[in-house]
Each structure stands twice: as structure tokens, then as C-alpha cells.
């Protein structure tokens, strides 16, 4: 919260830019937790990175889908590369991520990148395979350009199948190598799209949590925040 309130500060000041005041300001309003789950605006979240540590390793790549009345939307999706310099790029980071050295090259700035990000994830619900890394990652980059972190709830894919098809085992019992995207989507009878891009990975989890959603809603999840507090049983 400190950070938050610093960041307030400085943009009562005009210290920081634009999109990251209006990001703290849409943060700040009244919540959604009461709203129906069909009035919701859904963020479906995936990045391509050099690593699994948000500490030292480098985001390359968001991409993500909006879910609006419980549907899909392409035309409102975000796709960006972020660029660095190559002796930056560990090689062996390529067999993962999948990106070309020319990629990266004409990626976009990262503070560009950001400030895009921040208009259009707004004060959506955040939705990722394994979203806590997507997050934290992301995290780390605003927070190293401008003292703040990604203030939206979010919610995993993972977790979700994982308390829809175990509801009366612990998460300790449930092995977590069932659930990675490729066998969810093979589970579910659900074609992977450009798999390993972030725009391509994140497709294929909305599709995901919109199956989860309605099997949800039969047992009564309605709401934002019945959804929230369900997640965490």
C-alpha cells in the first residue's frame, strides 16, 4: 500500500505518465465483486519471457483476449514484443519462447508496451494459466519503471480445474503435472492455436476458462465475487 500511495503522490504532481494515473484511478473505484459474472470484463492473460524468475529474467512478449458477456472478443485483444538487445537473450530462452532474434529487434519500447498494457487491461479481472508468474513478472517491469504492480484480481485456470474436477481433495493431493495448458486443452477437446506465443496461449486459456465458467455457474456461481470466493476453498 505504501507504494500505491507514493504513486498517488507523484501523480498529483504530474511525475508520472498519463496511462499510469488513469490505471491507479480506475483501481481505486468502487469494485465489481457484486456484478454478475455476464457483466464482467475478463483479461486473459499470457507472456513470453526469457525465464521462470521475475526477479532477474526479461519479459518478451504479452498477449492477451478480452472476455466480454461471457464471450470471447477479438477485436479486443493486445499483442505486443518487447525489445532488447540480443547479448541480452540467453539462446537456449529461444526452444521456449519461440521468438526470432528480428522479433525482438523491432520489438516495441517497454515503457511504450506498458502504457498500452495499462489502458487496455483498465480494471479488468485478470485470467492466466499459472497467472501468479504472468503477473509477477509484469509486475516487476512496472515496478522497476514507475514504483507500482498490477492491482487487479486474477484468477488461475490451473487452480480452477483443478477444484472443479478434485472439490473434495487438497491441492497437495492433486498432482500439478496434469494440469499444464497442453493437457487441459487435450482433456477438454480443445485445439491449441499458435500454441507458445503469448497472443496463441492465451486464446486457447479463454476457451478454457469459459468451460469452467459454465460448469461453474450450474452449481451457482453467479457473480464476480462468488467466483473469487469460490477459487480460494
Same mark, same amino acid.
Given at each position: ?9 507523484? /501523480? ?6 498519463? %496511462?499510469? /494515473?488513469?490505471?491507479? &484511478?480506475?483501481?481505486?473505484? $468502487? ?39 461471457? %464471450?470471447?472478443?477479438? &477485436?479486443?485483444?493486445? &499483442? ?11 539462446? %537456449? ?13 523491432? =520489438?516495441?519500447?517497454? %515503457?511504450?508496451? #506498458?502504457? $498500452? ?25 512496472? !515496478?522497476?519503471?514507475?514504483?507500482? !504492480? ?18 473434495? $481433495? ?10 499444464? #495448458? ?25 476457451? #478454457? ?10 452449481? =451457482? ?5 462468488? #467466483?473469487?470466493?469460490?477459487? !480460494?476453498?
Amino acid at each position: 500500500m505504501i507504494r500505491w500511495w507514493i504513486a498517488h503522490w507523484k /501523480c498529483r504532481r504530474q511525475q508520472l505518465p498519463p %496511462e499510469v /494515473c488513469r490505471y491507479l &484511478e480506475r483501481m481505486a473505484e $468502487r469494485n465489481q465483486h457484486h456484478l454478475p459474472l455476464d457483466q464482467v470484463r475478463f483479461v486473459v492473460l499470457d507472456t513470453e519471457t526469457t525465464g521462470l524468475n521475475p526477479r532477474k529474467d526479461l519479459l518478451l512478449s504479452i498477449g492477451a483476449v478480452a472476455i466480454r458477456r461471457l %464471450e470471447i472478443v477479438i &477485436e479486443d485483444s493486445f &499483442e505486443a514484443i518487447i525489445a532488447h538487445k540480443q547479448q541480452l537473450l540467453p539462446q %537456449e530462452s529461444i526452444s521456449i519462447h519461440g521468438l526470432r532474434p528480428r522479433d525482438i529487434e523491432e =520489438g516495441e519500447a517497454l %515503457e511504450t508496451v #506498458l502504457r $498500452r498494457w495499462l489502458q487496455y487491461v483498465d480494471n479488468s479481472v485478470l485470467v492466466g494459466q499459472h497467472i501468479a508468474f504472468d503477473r509477477s513478472i509484469i509486475s516487476a517491469s512496472l !515496478r522497476r519503471l514507475w514504483g507500482i !504492480r498490477l492491482y487487479n484480481p486474477a484468477i488461475d485456470t490451473a487452480h480452477l480445474a483443478m477444484r472443479i474436477e478434485h472439490p473434495n $481433495r487438497s491441492m497437495e493431493e492433486i498432482s500439478s503435472s496434469d494440469y499444464s #495448458l497442453d493437457k487441459l486443452a487435450k482433456r477438454y477437446h480443445l485445439r491449441p492455436e499458435e500454441r507458445h506465443t503469448a497472443i496463441g496461449d492465451a486464446f486457447l486459456t479463454a476457451q #478454457l476458462f469459459l468451460i469452467f465458467v459454465h460448469k461453474l455457474q450450474r452449481s =451457482g456461481v453467479q457473480t464476480l465475487q462468488d #467466483l473469487l470466493r469460490w477459487k !480460494r476453498l
